[in-house]
């Protein structure tokens, strides 16, 4: 990483991570509300702290479909209350130390991407030919 001096330069590069323990070659997404956070395409979420990893979860996903189906992407911010994960027909919600805590389904779609503001507590899903918007 390079961290910035002031507002125009940085300093020289420094390691991130504490252990070289993120070689996983499943990682899709990543995302940042002050800790890193980590996505595998089968779901799973790492949590680091100044590159180190912190303990985190595990949660269960209830049904439909007790486990992911090709996990794409997740956000999360200072804002947010907790992290949202997409795969292929929901978004999953979690709490920030890895609690299961909802999702929003979509039956017989399948989710190209999706965008969530914390802010508004809006997702919108881009299925096939049409934008999908929900509150959260």
């Known amino acids: 990483k390079y961290t910035s001096r002031d507002k ?3 300093a020289t590069k420094t390691a991130y991570l504490a252990s070289q323990t993120l070689n996983n070659p499943n990682y899709v997404a ?3 509300d002050g800790f890193m956070y980590t996505l ?3 779901g799973e979420v790492g949590k ?3 590159g180190a990893p912190q303990s985190f979860g595990p949660f269960s996903v209830p049904k439909p479909g007790d486990t992911f189906q090709n ?3 997740f956000f999360t911010s200072t804002n947010a209350s907790g992290i949202l994960i997409q795969d292929d027909h929901r978004l999953i ?3 920030k130390d890895g609690q299961y805590l909802r999702q929003y389904v979509l039956n017989d779609a ?3 991407t999706s965008f969530v503001s914390p802010k508004s507590k809006r997702a919108w899903f881009l299925v096939s030919d049409k934008l999908i918007e929900t509150g959260l």
């Open 48 to 50: 680091l702290l100044k």
């Open 110 to 112: 399948t989710i190209k």
């Open 71 to 73: 996990a794409k992407q």
């Open 93 to 95: 919600e979690i709490s």
């Open 8 to 10: 125009v330069n940085f």
């Open 30 to 32: 990543i995302a940042s």
């Open 40 to 42: 595998t395409n089968s």
